[in-house]
C-alpha cells in the first residue's frame, strides 16, 4: 500500500476518502539499553540503543496504521504524520497517523 506525507500522489487520482486511520505502539526502555545510554550520555554522541527503539516503534506504528487503512478498503494514505508522547516515566507511544483514500 501507498503511503505519502503530502496530500496527492504524483501519477494518481484519489477518487474518495475513506477518513483518519491510525497506528500506534508503546515502548519502554530497558536496563540494558539505559546502563549504555547512560556512559554514551557522559561522552556525547548518538545513543544509537535509543535511535534503534524509536525505529522499531515507527515500523511498527506504520504497520498498524496501514492495517487500518486495509480494513476501511483503502489503496494509500496520504497526510501522514509521527507524534510521540510520554505516557509514563521510561515509556512513549509512538503514533502515525493519515487519511486513507481510494485511487482511481
Known amino acids: 500500500m501507498i503511503f505519502v506525507t ?3 500522489i504524483i501519477g494518481k487520482e484519489i ?3 475513506l477518513g483518519a ?3 500506534s505502539t508503546v515502548r519502554a ?3 540494558g539499553r539505559d546502563v549504555f545510554a547512560g556512559l554514551k550520555n557522559l561522552v556525547g554522541g548518538e545513543i544509537s540503543e535509543y ?3 524509536l525505529a522499531d516503534a515507527r ?3 506504520i504497520r498498524r496504521m496501514l492495517d487500518d487503512a486495509q480494513r476501511l478498503g483503502a489503496d494509500a494514505v496520504v497526510n501522514v504524520r509521527f507524534t510521540t508522547s ?3 516515566q521510561g515509556a512513549a507511544e509512538m503514533l ?4 486513507a483514500v481510494k485511487l482511481k
Open 6 to 8: 503530502t496530500d496527492k
Open 15 to 17: 477518487e474518495s476518502s
Open 21 to 23: 486511520v491510525r497506528g
Open 29 to 31: 526502555r530497558n536496563i
Open 51 to 53: 535511535t534503534k527503539l
Open 59 to 61: 515500523e511498527q506504528a
Open 86 to 88: 510520554q505516557v509514563m
Open 96 to 99: 502515525a497517523y493519515g487519511t
